[in-house]
């Protein structure tokens, strides 16, 4: 069964680039320009830059003070903390790929990396206040409430948790290592980055096209079309979501989707833990989870006058 919805998928998917070419064109460039112009720049130096920190041992260095009071606070290791950190300052899917590097080097435990995976892999605050709040929904005044529901609620549960179970989990304090430092090793740093971006730009390119698709179908309407398309690809749903409902049921809507990053997101973390015993399951749950509360909270918040 598994075998024929894959060829059915397949052969659909084969005749829509055949008999629709201009729709796929003009996804795809959209796709490549977001990839080119965004991930691209904002990504690529801070991935080097992580990559050389995390195989050189330098994190244990650098963080080695505050590292030493969330281990005793919240069970929270240096390498827990650099990838939670991270997770909530760079976007999806950094956090992630973090957590996966820390694993591959023996820098983190399996335990703690799947309790902060859900967490700490988030949409990045230069493209909630650039993107978002500037640049499509033009209502910048509402950057402290969005950073309240989207980091704040993640951040206070996870670290809330590690701390009324700190005495119950065993995350470990590894000692610190000797740091290693080579040209060779920035050349490998590098060398991954990259691997990893052209992979994304794929998971972008196919998304963008697929968004694009979905504005031409007939029987769905221009809020439908819209809502469909964030919960496939956020950067693709924003200005869709904002062209179909008027500020402030825009703002309401998309939070959720911001919260939750898209089905593109998913599969981009999907592929950077693959090599890893993280769980995918666990992780979409969490997010769920994560969304539901978020969503919640602004419903709860909007009862306040002139807060919306």
Request: hydrophobic share 50%.
């Amino acid at each position: 069964m598994k075998s024929f919805f894959a060829s059915l998928f397949s052969a659909i998917a084969f005749t829509f680039l055949l008999f629709f070419p201009g729709i796929v064109l003009e996804g795809a460039r959209y796709g490549l320009n977001l990839w080119f112009s965004t991930l691209v720049p904002t990504l690529l130096p801070f991935m080097v830059f992580s990559n050389f920190l995390i195989h050189s041992h330098l994190i244990e260095h650098l963080l080695f003070l505050p590292g030493r009071f969330t281990q005793k606070y919240l069970g929270l290791s240096s390498s827990g903390l650099y990838a939670f950190l991270c997770g909530f300052f760079f976007g999806y899917p950094s956090g992630a790929k973090i957590l996966s590097d820390l694993l591959k080097t023996d820098q983190i435990s399996r335990k703690e990396a799947s309790w902060l995976l859900g967490f700490c892999n988030n949409v990045s605050p230069a493209f909630l206040i650039t993107y978002f709040l500037t640049l499509h929904l033009s209502h910048p005044e509402k950057i402290p409430l969005t950073f309240f529901l989207l980091y704040g609620i993640p951040a206070v549960l996870c670290l809330g948790f590690l701390f009324f179970q700190r005495n119950t989990h065993s995350f470990r304090e590894k000692k610190t290592s000797k740091p290693v430092l080579s040209l060779a090793l920035l050349d490998a740093c590098i060398y991954d980055a990259i691997t990893v971006l052209l992979k994304l730009g794929g998971y972008v390119l196919l998304f963008a096209i697929l968004a694009n698709a979905i504005t031409y179908i007939p029987c769905f309407s221009l809020q439908k079309a819209s809502l469909l398309i964030s919960f496939l690809e956020i950067t693709n749903g924003i200005p869709a979501v904002i062209h179909a409902f008027a500020y402030p049921a825009s703002y309401l809507l998309l939070l959720p989707f911001l919260a939750f990053g898209g089905i593109c997101s998913f599969m981009q973390t999907g592929s950077v833990i693959k090599d890893t015993p993280l769980s995918l399951r666990n992780y979409f749950f969490t997010k769920i989870l994560l969304t539901f509360l978020i969503f919640l909270t602004e419903m709860l918040l909007h009862a306040v006058p002139g807060l919306f």
